[in-house]
């Protein structure tokens, strides 16, 4: 039995030839259809079973691999070190391209950070909360931009990347600006990329598209998890967040415009799942069938 995965490359390639036989006719290029897309390797946020985590962390990651799942980001390593979390994804074929760390670590123990995402097999470092103090005011933010870049470049010193994840408060606006403008302004777009939730903008009230097409390039990352629409404004996240595929976000429209975003990693999230598990289960088996 042939693998899928060649029968689609050879699809693609038969495709792809085609298209060119017909520049070749003399054939406008908008006009020649491409064969859609498929994610080649689906990622899963552990945040997700962290849970099952604080038991077995071994035992877990042995399940996210056993489901399909190739890439894990990690939020914690639950009091292993670094090298035997390394030995546990190598022995399950899995590999870690990026984890989160604290905003706190940037100015106390980024040295450690660094050499644990070596360690581990990380290319992105991810920030993913900002402590509210540091943003009250926008002036606040543009001090959280500054000390983003620094993290950056420390990364960028080090041959990692860093990156920023965002939640719905910065697109609440403060000052008469939405504070993700400000901090995306503030930082060096050479030294700090972005991990896009796709679940907290869309909350937020924002079209990833937008931003997609204003800092093209600059996600290389981005969560996937999917929501209801908001019945009203004050609805709490956790009443609306399902499994990707459950929801109203149009996941095509987006994925349509992972070339322009950057996207290189996709990683399944949801942040209360009834069941982890199934959640991680039903949202990979959504996507290993999406076309786009």
Not at 9 to 14: E, Q, T
């Amino acid at each position: 039995m042939r693998d899928a995965g060649c029968v689609m490359d050879r699809r693609d390639f038969v495709a792809r030839l085609s298209a060119a036989a017909l520049v070749a006719a003399g054939v406008d290029p908008s006009r020649i259809p491409h064969p859609p897309s498929r994610i080649e390797k689906i990622g899963l946020e552990l945040y997700t079973v962290r849970d099952l985590m604080k038991n077995d962390v071994e035992g877990t990651l042995a399940k996210v691999a056993a489901i399909g799942y190739r890439e894990v980001e990690f939020a914690g390593y639950f009091n292993h070190p670094p090298a035997e979390i390394r030995a546990m994804i190598d022995r399950h074929g899995l590999t870690a391209p990026a984890g989160h760390v604290a905003f706190e670590a940037i100015a106390q123990g980024w040295e450690q950070v660094i050499d644990a995402a070596h360690t581990v097999g990380n290319r992105y470092v991810v920030v993913a909360w900002i402590p509210e103090p540091q943003r009250r005011d926008l002036d606040g933010w543009k001090r959280v931009g500054e000390t983003l870049t620094r993290a950056g470049e420390a990364c960028h010193n080090a041959g990692l990347t860093f990156a920023f994840h965002n939640h719905s408060y910065e697109f609440v606006p403060l000052g008469g600006q939405l504070p993700y403008d400000v901090l995306l302004t503030a930082t060096d777009p050479a030294l700090v990329k972005l991990e896009m939730d796709l679940f907290w903008i869309t909350f937020g009230g924002q079209d990833p598209l937008a931003y997609f097409a204003k800092y093209p390039g600059r996600f290389p990352l981005v969560h996937v998890k999917d929501m209801t629409a908001k019945p009203r404004p004050d609805i709490p996240a956790d009443s609306v967040m399902r499994d990707v595929g459950k929801g109203s976000i149009d996941w095509k429209r987006i994925f349509a415009r992972s070339e322009q975003a950057g996207i290189r990693h996709y990683f399944v999230e949801h942040d209360s799942p009834g069941d982890a598990l199934a959640s991680s289960r039903a949202s990979y088996e959504y996507l290993k069938r999406l076309e786009f």
